[in-house]
Each structure stands twice: as C-alpha cells, then as structure tokens.
C-alpha cells in the first residue's frame, strides 16, 4: 500500500498481528482540509481502524496511532465521516469480540504466571482462572449495541442537533431581526407626530 508522504508510517505490528491490507475493513477516509505531519492523515485513519479491530479499545487504538481518543471521537464528527463511522463500528465488533475470545481461552485453558519472590523469579505457574471463565459464560445478555451506542448513530445525533441548532439560530435571528424592524417604524411614527406637532404650532387643546 502506498503510504502518505506528509504522515510516514512503517504500519508496525499491533500485539503480534501484521497490517493486510488484503483483509483491512475498507471504508472511505475522511477528507481533511489540512494535511498535517501528526493530524489524522488517510493512513492514519486505516491504521487507527486497524488497531480497533485487534483490541476494542477506541483509547487504546488511539494511542497507537500517536491520537488521543478526543481527536478520534472529533473527527468521527466531522464532514464525510460516514463510511469512517460505518468502519468504526464494525472495528469495535470485532475488536471486543476478540477480546472476549482470548479471554475465554485463557479462562479455560490457563495461564503461565511468573512468581517473584524479594525481586526474583523463582517459578512459573500454569493458572486456571475460573471466576473469567464464570464471568464469561454467565449467559447474560454480551450484545454490544446493548450497551453502547454505535458511532454511525452517535454521528446521526450530533447531526440533528447541529441541525436543530442551526433552525433556533435562524429563528433567533429573524427575531431579532423583526424586533429591530418595529423599533424602527415605532420611532419614525413618533419623529413624524413631532414632527407634524411642531408644523402646526404646537399641540393642539381642546377646550372641555
């Protein structure tokens, strides 16, 4: 894959696991206005997809890219992020979906733990761990989309309110607009009755 000049990455392994491009989750990046040596380059964006996809974990996969989760979340905000969001929620599916395999392995299959005795390895022990494997298989209910919500509807939100907001500014504004207007002919009715007043000579008394 040809990388981006002004964001050079080597693609280095994340946990163990190459970059394919071949079985990368496609999607269209988000078009920056600026092309930035540390900003969120089109590479940058494959790649945080990527790290997502192996753990999960939006902070995690940030910060292998060099991001912050901030910027991540910004910029899944940002104009043409559809196909990006799209990405992000597939990525995280299959990311803690990951996550909870190996957890379960390791449940059921053990793990090796080093133990150190005044600052020394004395021995390794191969360790079941019951209480994850119990977690695991509690049969509660593990849907993702019932716990969290998905960034192509996150998006959707940010997008109505912007929308929303956008309707009282104009709203606001025609007020404000309209208001100006009837102070204005509220003053030229009474510059004109001053007007007429001092033309006549003066106000008028009526005798009772």
């Excluded at 269209?28 to 945080?48: D, H, I, M």
């Excluded at 390895?121 to 989309?145: F, P």
């Excluded at 192509?152 to 997008?159: F, P, Y």
């Amino acid at each position: 894959m040809q990388q981006d000049s002004l964001d050079p990455l080597d693609w280095p392994t994340f946990d163990g696991d190459p970059y394919d491009p071949a079985t990368a989750i496609p999607f269209t990046p988000v078009p920056r206005l600026r092309a930035r040596r540390r900003g969120w380059s089109a590479e940058r964006q494959r790649w945080f997809i990527f790290c997502l996809s192996r753990c999960g974990s939006v902070a995690r996969a940030a910060r292998a890219c060099g991001m912050s989760a901030r910027t991540a979340y910004r910029l899944l905000d940002a104009a043409g992020g559809d196909s990006f969001a799209a990405a992000w929620d597939r990525a995280l599916d299959e990311g803690i979906e990951r996550v909870r395999a190996d957890a379960l392995q390791r449940a059921l299959g053990g793990a090796f733990i080093p133990v150190f005795r005044r600052g020394k390895l004395v021995r390794v022990e191969h360790r079941g761990c019951d209480r994850l494997a119990l977690a695991l298989l509690s049969g509660k209910d593990q849907s993702i989309a019932r716990y969290r919500q998905t960034a192509v509807s996150r998006r959707a939100l940010r997008q109505d309110f912007a929308a929303v907001d956008a309707v009282r500014a104009e709203e606001a504004r025609s007020a404000t607009a309209a208001a100006a207007h009837y102070r204005q002919q509220l003053a030229d009715l009474l510059a004109r009755g001053e007007e007429r007043q001092r033309s006549e000579g003066g106000p008028r008394v009526r005798r009772l």
